[in-house]
């Protein structure tokens, strides 16, 4: 506010009226924040600004599936995520690289182009938009509603009620209970669909969809939030519950925060002011290694479903997040057609994550490559001869070697940095490798070895858009023993490993040479030039 008066007063403008001024500046300060935020200027990097404005004329100038002309006009040339009505292909932020053959499953190389964009990419907020439908319909102003999309995957509802005072969670051990609510004690005052609610259930599951936990939704006789004599407590603010997979495992626990992401496209509000409520039923702890993450997507403590415990609840608007489980969803449970990579949904989603959490990306020497060994202080999975694979990679002159273990004794805002700053990024096979999410767009993440669970890491790899490598020839590489897993016997996963240095050294120098490639160019200047990441896997 103060620069806009200052520019206006620079303009000589000051023969205006004190209020005259002061209004003006009101109108350019509400006009700009209408484009770029709905409650805080800084809400989207610099990066994903011009995508969202896109969005934002889409809610103002478009009602009942009819579009303003002006906004017709604009959205022809404006930059959009892709799941915009009229967005155009050329303006999508991103779009798959396709270079390999899809193996049957598409017939053309548009189809698995489209394919792979439809379900890992922003398709996928399209499919779910246009997937949504009334369970529960407002007939009259105050009135609630309860719309979701298929399966009941994700659901939003205003002037909810949800009565809790029979739950008895204080006594539970058991995480995602259905039988928390009976009828009446969650709905809201609006036109029930019942047999469509029914119907709803033929991919229900404890972190597949909200079917379960809403099959008592009812239509009740008085107007939640309006008559407030039913409520022991309101909830004004936005209010996202969330089913929670392992929060002591990366790779699961990022599938809660990457289908949160997607969430927010879904609903179409990135606000930080908004509860985040854990759906768990009942009284244990959840461990959560990753807790500054949450600063990511809200301002606020994270809640338990069980604050709300023996009280009778009013939730003003309600959204159920995107399940982390879901059948075909991101990333568990994906079958990832082959051949594509660069889900832009995924870059997008790593971007916002580190400019929300203010990860820094650190200068480079355009003549050297910042390599990071993670290392493994668990039984299982180790690396025995990794003092010598250290010392191979530091006799080379231009290599930046540094070696961790991401443990809770280190600070996830230090591991999240570390790895940003990592063109070339090893681990053994497990959850650290999760960290590839947030390697630089040219990054290369190096599964030392896969323990016969090939498709994993490689399908992330591809998802986010970074080179991926494993090792390549077993010959060259020692097994300690068969693996001891504690009832399937033999197990690939439950064993160490050693690593011929001449091999290793070469699958290294592969991951160079694609750095090399793909990292923006430092001009005379030491500006960054722009650089595109080459077609090859």
């Known amino acids: 506010m103060k620069n806009c008066l200052n ?75 892709g799941y915009e009505k009229h967005c155009r ?102 036109q029930l669909d019942g047999q469509r609610l029914k119907n709803s259930d033929k991919q229900k599951g404890e972190l597949q969809s909200w079917h379960s936990e809403l099959r008592p939704f009812t239509s009740l006789k008085f107007k939640p939030v309006i008559d407030r004599h039913h409520c022991d407590v309101i909830v004004e603010r ?23 992401y997607v969430t927010q496209h879904v609903n179409g509000s990135f606000t930080t002011d908004i509860n985040i409520v854990m759906w768990d039923t009942s009284s244990m702890n959840y461990g959560d290694f990753f807790t500054l993450t949450w600063k990511a997507f809200s301002r606020h403590p994270v809640k338990r479903l069980s604050d709300y415990d023996n009280k009778r ?10 399940p982390p489980r879901m059948f075909y969803g ?40 910042r390599i990071t060994l993670l290392s493994r202080s668990t039984k299982y999975r180790r690396i025995l001869n990794e003092d010598k694979l250290i010392g191979a990679l530091k006799t080379i002159w231009n290599y930046d070697v540094t070696r961790v273990d991401y443990t809770y004794q280190m600070p996830f805002e230090k591991q999240l940095e570390i790895t940003h700053n990592s063109d070339i990024f090893i681990g053994m096979h497990g959850s650290g490798l999760t960290h590839m999410l947030f390697q630089p767009h040219w990054g290369v993440a190096f599964e030392l070895y896969n323990c016969e ?41 439950f064993t160490n490993y050693a690593f011929n240095i001449g091999e290793f050294l070469r699958m290294i120098e592969k ?6 490639a793909n990292r923006p160019k430092i001009s005379a200047d030491n500006s960054v030039e722009d650089s595109s990441i080459k077609t090859e896997l």
């Not at 989207?44 to 906004?71: A, G, I, V």
């Not at 023993?481 to 399937?488: I, Q, V």
């Open 7 to 81: 520019v206006i007063i620079s303009r000589q403008w000051f023969r205006m009226r004190p209020l005259t001024l002061c209004v003006l500046a009101v109108i350019l300060f509400i006009d700009i924040a209408s484009v770029v935020s709905d409650d805080q200027l800084d809400r989207y990097s610099d990066l994903h600004q011009k995508y969202f404005q896109m969005s934002h004329l889409q809610r103002q100038e478009c009602s009942n599936n009819k579009c303003s002309s002006e906004y017709k006009k604009l959205s022809k040339k404006q930059p959009c995520w």
């Open 511 to 516: 991951g160079v040479k694609h750095v090399a």
């Open 313 to 322: 609840v009013c939730f003003k608007d309600a959204i159920f997040t995107l």
């Open 89 to 190: 292909k050329r303006n999508y932020y991103s779009y798959p690289i396709c270079p390999e053959d899809s193996r049957g499953w598409e017939h053309t190389k548009e189809k698995q182009i489209d394919k792979f964009w439809r379900s890992a990419d922003f398709g996928m907020i399209r499919e779910f938009r246009d997937e949504m439908m009334h369970l529960c319909k407002a007939d009259e102003e105050g009135d609630s509603t309860l719309d979701c999309n298929q399966h009941m995957r994700y659901c939003r509802a205003t002037n909810l009620y949800m009565n809790l005072k029979n739950s008895r969670m204080a006594d539970s051990r058991e995480r995602f209970r259905t039988d928390v609510f009976k009828k009446g004690e969650i709905g809201g005052h609006c």
């Open 453 to 493: 669970d090939e498709g994993c890491y490689y399908d992330l790899a591809r998802l986010r858009g970074v080179k991926y490598l494993t090792w390549e020839k077993k010959k060259y590489l020692i097994q300690q023993d068969e693996g001891h897993h504690p009832t399937l016997g033999a197990h690939a996963k």
């Open 238 to 260: 936005p209010t996202y519950f969330m089913k929670l997979d392992a929060g002591i495992n990366m790779f699961h626990h990022f599938c809660d925060f990457v289908n949160l």
């Open 330 to 369: 991101l990333y568990y449970n994906m079958p990832l057609i082959p051949g594509c990579y660069n889900s832009g949904l995924m870059k997008a989603f790593s971007e916002h994550v580190v400019h929300r959490l203010n990860i820094t990306s650190k200068p480079y020497d355009p003549n050297r490559y």
